[in-house]
């Protein structure tokens, strides 16, 4: 086919064009031919197919997410929020830390290694576009059932990718997640966080200001791959009578990144950018639309300029190509020559790809004819808004009407302890040390705490001590049964991980994951956990400054758990003063702080010991989130506790398994009056954590928390080495330990 | 005035900051050196720190040996000045054959970051001194690329003339449970993790002193401190 000019497209209205092929539904596609006056030209297509996909416009999503900018509680922290490459907070002394959690779920499907390699490398380019140095990241992880085959192909190379690619951009990983669960079988969750640090002035914007200014694209060469990977990719369920996917999933290199990283931020650091934006999704539609439409005037891009990997590619490829290591920055005339050398000096190439006109369309020339001519918001930020059905779906109260209560339980102190070591060996309670151990969590020298700690911890400041901590949960079967209480669960649990540490919660970022939002229940799962968290952050005083949405995760009829994991970002003064989960002294007291019920509903052991979920997950009391988190700050800031631990999937026995494992010393429990041995231990009611105490400092902590009317228990004493519940069972720490460590290694190692 | 040591940045390199900071919290000047350039600005010593140094493409420090800095850093070292590779920087170092053998991928073929239990097997080289012989270390370990090999004749002659400088250590007989760390991780030939050329001024090894020099941060272990405080104490006394 000839060249399809804007010309050539008024000429020829009657061109019938790809656009289903390309994921656009008809309406889509009148809606385009309407805001253009005209068809579309192939290269327009190209932009309006992927812009307007699931994965970029948030079409079905958007309505929902609203929530999160009506509901933000008041909040001086919140320096940039939602919309731009990733929110900015303000953590004191002059800093801000932007951090956010992006999906890479599909292409890590199709292709586990370079699937979950680029994710790392897309979130770490948000992170340097608004003007950050990376400090660290995060990697919440959801595979299909342990013993599975497939998990055996997906997991290995996943971990192997998002290792491959961080540890050789020089992050360390302090946390993250893993869990396993059939309903991931064919539909993995991996998802990506960073966290990054800027001085407050640094803080930098994707928009193109400034008539005459350059448009300069740097990175890598851009080629054949990931085209079309959010359209086609991230936005359609998974068919098995489609033919491969995998080319449309990109190949990632992390030596280019890191060397994107390090010219970018000494561009930065010499003030010669007005404007930046990483290419990832939708590549260099994206980028110069959303450039274009975020600032004052037009633009005008020679696609012939853009330096080809593959000299054969056609403009709408290149302009879909998701290739990676890819950035786009607008720099004023005057200065461009030092942007160049700077690239030059770290082996970049750098090209001066268009400038920013005084006009209002976006124009794009191939061979010196024009190929798009387009107004940009129309392409960014005005896409298709869904009003998605949604209802309560009809198994739901079947569901919830299965009460977990009804579960046998055992019926001596032998069947407990039995039930004990099935529990902590489980694929999901077992020491993840296999997969963390892949990757470099001591790289740049400021990893004050990292996994199996509750929250990752980085300083930021060599002479204060100013830290920062992040946790990432979500537990899809809490928000099976209950998606509104299941994504506050998620939140409280990520809140209470940081707090744990000793740092204070700020805000929160997070990532959504769910099935079809075709499917009326699926669209209602979306709907309440969106309302849930909106509600949640709002009464935690924490905004949500941004995130991610996965849809799709989905393979015919069977949608995923709904997902939800809640990312927590909180600072600490500090880091002297954090709190790690081991319980190093012996003879420390220790104390279980909240209230137990009988809550096993979505638990490990309900899991575990009976194959079971029904019934309604854990109550949430999130003024008692707040309480809790603010005794364990001051806690850790006025030395009253050594060791912290938060409650949460497999109740107190898990945390006690974490901590004296870590320690590398035992416990003594003693079951409290009130409680029977099985709910003490197993019991999953949120709003509770572990601490151990100085016996010096026992009346000063029992005081404070009495005082501020937290209920707290002295439930033993560090001591010996095994694990005993008195009147129950003893567990030799060894037994725990082989138990607990040997199960993923056995299972992938 | 104090030592200055050059810590080298070639494309691709991750702990030079973390070099520099350990230089720093040692006492002495860290000096950064940048791959393009032959200059070495007059450094007392030079340490070649970790990463992937371009992208280890080829093979691991392939690519580096052959950059202008390690010109002058050869020469140097020949001359007797102290250098120090760490990880990546030890690759560079037997590519530049200052070290003899080469490192493999490990022999479970995966990514491993761990603490690390070293014994220390000579503890009168330049970067050693303020260690004891036969001191027990821990310090972090990270890489993919670790499996040390030489020959049989190298590997004894290495031996012979007391150039093993590290040993990964093995966990005491006596210990019911032993601490983490210790053991051979990466199939390394005699459990080598780090040797010393002749004169015991140029060392290279595997895991990572400089990311155990403060008590918070890392392993809460300094045990990798006295390599940089050892420099410090050899180029005052020089």
Redesign the interface.
């Given at each position: 086919m000839s060249l399809d000019t804007v010309k050539h497209a008024e000429q020829t209205p009657d061109v019938e064009l790809p656009w289903k092929e390309l994921g656009l539904k008809e309406d889509e596609y009148a809606r385009v031919r309407e805001i253009l006056g005209r068809r579309p030209t192939g290269a327009e297509l190209a932009m309006y197919s992927v812009m307007w996909s699931e994965h970029c416009s948030y079409k079905s999503s958007k309505v929902h997410l609203r929530q999160f900018g009506e509901k933000a509680p008041q909040s001086d922290a919140m320096l940039v929020g939602i919309g731009e490459n990733a929110g900015v907070v303000d953590v004191g002394e002059g800093y801000a830390v932007t951090f956010k959690v992006e999906s890479h779920n599909h292409p890590s499907y199709v292709e586990p290694y370079q699937g979950a390699a680029t994710g790392v490398g897309g979130i770490v380019r948000d992170i340097i576009a608004m003007g950050a140095r990376p400090v660290a990241v995060v990697d919440p992880l959801r595979m299909g059932a342990a013993d599975h085959p497939d998990t055996k192909r997906v997991l290995p190379g996943v971990v192997?990718g998002i290792?491959?690619y961080g540890?050789?951009?020089?992050l360390p990983n302090i946390g993250g997640e893993l869990v396993f669960d059939a309903c991931y079988q064919g539909n993995p969750l991996v998802n990506a966080g960073a966290i990054g640090v800027m001085r407050h002035e640094d803080i930098h914007l994707a928009k193109a200001s400034g008539t005459g200014n350059k448009v300069i694209l740097y990175g890598a060469r851009t080629g054949g791959d990931g085209i079309g990977g959010a359209s086609i990719l991230a936005s359609e369920t998974f068919d098995d009578a489609k033919p491969s996917k995998r080319p449309a999933v990109q190949v990632g290199?992390?030596?280019?990144e890191?060397?994107l990283i390090e010219c970018t931020l000494e561009a930065f650091a010499e003030r010669l950018v007005v404007g930046i934006q990483d290419l990832g999704a939708a590549g260099l539609s994206c980028a110069t639309s959303e450039l274009a439409s975020n600032g004052s005037g037009g633009m005008r891009v020679e696609l012939d300029d853009v330096p080809l990997r593959d000299s054969t590619l056609s403009p709408e490829e290149i302009l879909m190509s998701e290739s990676q290591e890819r950035m786009c920055a607008v720099v004023e005339p005057d200065k461009v020559d030092r942007f160049l050398a700077i690239c030059e000096k770290?082996?970049v190439i750098a090209t001066v790809v268009g400038e920013v006109t005084d006009g209002t369309r976006l124009e794009i020339f191939w061979h010196g004819e024009k190929i798009v001519d387009l107004d940009p918001r129309t392409v960014a930020h005005d896409g298709p808004v869904y009003e998605r059905p949604y209802a309560r779906p009809d198994w739901l109260d079947a569901l919830q009407a299965d009460d977990a209560a009804k579960l046998a339980r055992p019926a001596s102190g032998d069947e407990l302890r039995e039930q004990v070591l099935k529990v902590v060996a489980s694929p999901n309670q077992a020491s993840k040390a296999w997969v963390?151990?892949?990757?470099?969590?001591?790289?740049?020298?400021?990893?004050?705490l990292a996994q199996p700690e509750d929250s990752g911890m980085i300083?930021i400041n060599?002479e204060t001590g100013l830290g920062v901590a992040l946790a990432t949960d979500g537990n899809g079967r809490y928000a099976k049964l209950d998606p509104y209480t299941g994504a506050q669960l998620a939140l409280a649990e990520s809140y209470r991980n940081v707090a744990a540490t000793g740092a204070r919660p700020l805000a929160v970022s997070d990532c959504l994951n769910f099935g079809s939002p075709e499917d009326p229940a699926v669209m209602w799962q979306f709907a309440e956990a969106v309302r849930g968290l909106a509600d949640g952050c709002l009464q935690l005083g924490t905004p949500v400054t941004g995130g991610n949405v996965s849809l799709y995760n989905q393979t015919g009829e069977a949608a995923i758990h709904p997902t939800p994991v809640v990312a927590v970002l909180g600072v600490i003064d500090d880091?002297?003063r954090r709190t790690p989960i081991a319980f190093k002294e012996s003879g420390q007291l220790l104390y279980l702080l909240g209230d137990t019920r009988q809550e096993f509903g979505g638990s490990a052991w309900s899991d575990v010991v009976h194959g079971h979920l029904g019934g309604l997950p854990p109550q949430v009391d999130l003024e008692r989130e707040r309480l809790l988190a603010e005794i364990l700050i001051s806690a850790s800031r006025d030395g009253m506790i050594d060791a912290a631990h938060d409650l949460s999937d497999g109740g107190l026995v898990q945390a006690i398994t974490e901590s004296c494992l870590r320690g590398?010393n035992g416990a003594r429990l003693i079951v409290p009056d009130g409680l029977d041995a099985f709910t003490f231990l197993f019991s999953e009611s949120a709003g509770r954590a572990v601490v151990a105490v100085p016996r010096s400092e026992e009346l000063r902590f029992t005081d404070m928390c009495g005082a501020r009317g937290l209920p707290a228990t002295r439930i033993g004493v560090v001591d010996g080495?095994a694990v005993e519940v008195q009147g129950e069972f003893t567990l030799p720490?060894?037994e725990l330990?082989s138990a607990h460590e040997e199960t993923v290694p056995s299972l992938f190692? | 005035m104090t030592a200055r040591i050059g810590v080298v940045t070639f494309?691709?390199t991750?702990?030079d900051?973390?070099t520099q900071?350990?230089v720093r919290v040692a006492g002495a000047e860290p000096v950064p050196l940048w791959h393009r350039d032959k200059d070495l600005k007059q450094v007392d010593a030079v340490v070649l720190p970790g990463?992937?140094s371009?992208?280890?493409?080829l093979r691991a420090g392939a690519i580096s040996r052959f950059s202008p800095v390690m010109e002058t850093v050869v020469e140097q070292a020949r001359a007797g000045m102290p250098v120090l590779g760490i990880c990546n920087g030890f690759q560079v170092l037997t590519e530049t054959h200052l070290l003899p053998g080469a490192m493999l991928r490990n022999t479970?073929l995966?990514?491993?970051?761990?603490d690390q239990k070293l014994r220390v097997e000579n503890a009168s080289t330049a970067w050693t001194a303020d260690y004891e012989q036969g001191q027990e270390i821990s310090i972090?370990l990270?890489n993919?690329d670790g499996r040390y090999v030489a020959d049989e004749r190298v590997l004894d002659e290495l031996e012979a003339e007391g150039r093993v400088a590290f040993r990964y250590a093995a966990a005491p007989a006596d210990a019911?449970?032993p601490?983490d760390g210790y053991g051979n991780p990466n199939g390394s030939l005699r459990d080598i993790a780090g040797i010393t050329n002749e004169a015991g001024n140029v060392v290279g090894l595997m895991p990572?002193p400089?990311?155990a020099?403060?008590p918070?941060?890392?392993?809460g272990r300094t045990d990798g401190l006295g390599f940089f405080t050892s420099i410090l104490k050899n180029l005052v006394a020089a």
């Open positions: 192997a290792g491959g540890n050789c951009l020089g290199d992390p030596f280019q890191k060397l770290w082996d963390t151990d892949q990757y470099d969590r001591f790289v740049q020298g400021n990893t004050v300083r060599e880091v002297a590398r080495d720490l060894a330990r190692g | 494309p691709g991750l702990d900051r973390d900071r350990a990463g992937f371009y992208g280890d493409y479970d995966h990514f491993v970051c761990r972090p990270k993919i019911a449970a601490a990572h400089e990311h020099v403060e918070l941060i890392g392993t």
